[in-house]
């Protein structure tokens, strides 16, 4: 593959545990560039939504996909790695990214989604490269949390509700320390919830596209979730890699918000999937007790558990991305039924080959 005038792009995001790092290296790859990526040691192959990447899958060969192994949580790595690339772009997508877990693991969260980002933006400026590399900081929607303003903006004031959401509060703000004292070419993408058949198994969307598709095939008949009325600005992550991408492009670097501008909930994110594969839910009951129930069978599919409820809930978040719109020309591509339709569909691809998936 023809290397473009960029002649390294280095894509720091674990890219074997995240979507976006998958669709980031697709993208890259397809546009030219030799990507590497960091990958955090496993006693198990942990490269499943890379593995078509190689050269030759089978045997793991690399092309102009290259993995190194490290870790945001190690300074010397890192250093070790950029002095040795000499990266021209830094996309830094690595994290603790469930908002859930972050109550649970608080310390790890800050440690990797905060402090590694510090980590990453010194051992730039300790390889001497900080006139030379271009950095982008995957930011987050979780960052304005009890929202100050509807729809969100750039300018709409930060107000986080979770250990993960302060992390990143962090991240975001040393990312412009470093551009305002070093004179660093750093961005912020603050996006907005993007999901794919690639996301995490437990995540919501996709807990919802995997249960949804075994109960299609008869391999599981219930459910749980916890805070239906949640209300997400959700799009495709494969339209937002493609952002990404463009913020460095630039000639200033700036920090950006991406998002589609529609919202949707939990609960109708529910109604859709089902939808998709011929079942209507009703609801019944209320709070605890609610449950969803298939009006064509009668049969009980969703119910509601505590235990996955947030110490401190989000309730609502809704992007507004005028701005990439009219910077970099930017707007998402894919609508929100035909993301529920392709997660729910390679779900049921899925448990067709393999029930335990």
Not at 5 to 25: E, H
Not at 273 to 279: E, I, L, M, Q, S
Not at 296 to 308: A, F, I, L, R
């Amino acid at each position: 593959v023809p290397q473009c005038s960029r002649t390294c792009g280095l894509n720091w995001c674990c890219l074997v545990l995240f979507q976006d790092g998958s669709y980031l290296a697709e993208f890259l790859l397809a546009k030219g560039y030799e990507v590497h990526g960091i990958l955090r040691r496993s006693s198990s192959f942990n490269t499943g939504r890379i593995e078509h990447l190689y050269q030759n899958p089978q045997t793991h060969t690399e092309g102009n996909l290259k993995l190194h192994y490290g870790d945001l949580t190690d300074s010397t790595c890192l250093v070790k790695i950029i002095n040795q690339v000499k990266p021209t772009e830094i996309y830094n997508l690595g994290a603790q990214s469930h908002v859930k877990i972050s109550f649970d693991l608080a310390e790890y969260t800050a440690n990797v989604d905060g402090v590694g980002t510090l980590r990453l933006l010194d051992a730039i400026k300790t390889c001497g490269l900080t006139n030379s590399v271009k950095f982008y900081q995957a930011s987050t929607s979780e960052l304005y949390g009890k929202v100050q303003e509807i729809p969100q903006k750039e300018t709409t004031p930060f107000y986080p509700r979770s250990p993960y959401g302060a992390a990143k509060l962090y991240a975001y703000w040393i990312v412009v320390n470093f551009r305002e004292a070093y004179n660093m070419f750093a961005v912020n993408g603050i996006l907005f919830n993007h999901e794919s058949p690639r996301r995490g198994a437990n995540f919501v969307t996709r807990k919802i596209s995997r249960s949804v598709a075994k109960i299609h095939l008869g391999q599981l008949e219930c459910f749980s979730l916890g805070n239906l009325d949640s209300k997400r600005d959700w799009g495709h992550a494969n339209d937002y890699v493609e952002a990404m991408w463009l913020m460095l492009q630039q000639e200033e670097p700036e920090d950006f918000i991406i998002a589609t501008g529609e919202v949707h909930s939990v609960r109708e994110f529910v109604e859709r999937a089902f939808r998709h594969v011929g079942k209507t839910i009703v609801w019944e009951g209320k709070d605890e007790k609610e449950v969803g129930r298939c009006q064509e069978t009668g049969v009980v599919h969703v119910k509601v558990d505590p235990k996955y409820f947030r110490p401190t809930e989000v309730d609502y978040l809704q992007g507004d991305s005028t701005k990439a719109y009219q910077k970099l020309g930017w707007k998402p591509k894919v609508t929100f039924e035909d993301l529920v339709k392709e997660m729910v569909d390679a779900d049921i691809e899925l448990m067709e080959k393999n029930p335990n998936a």
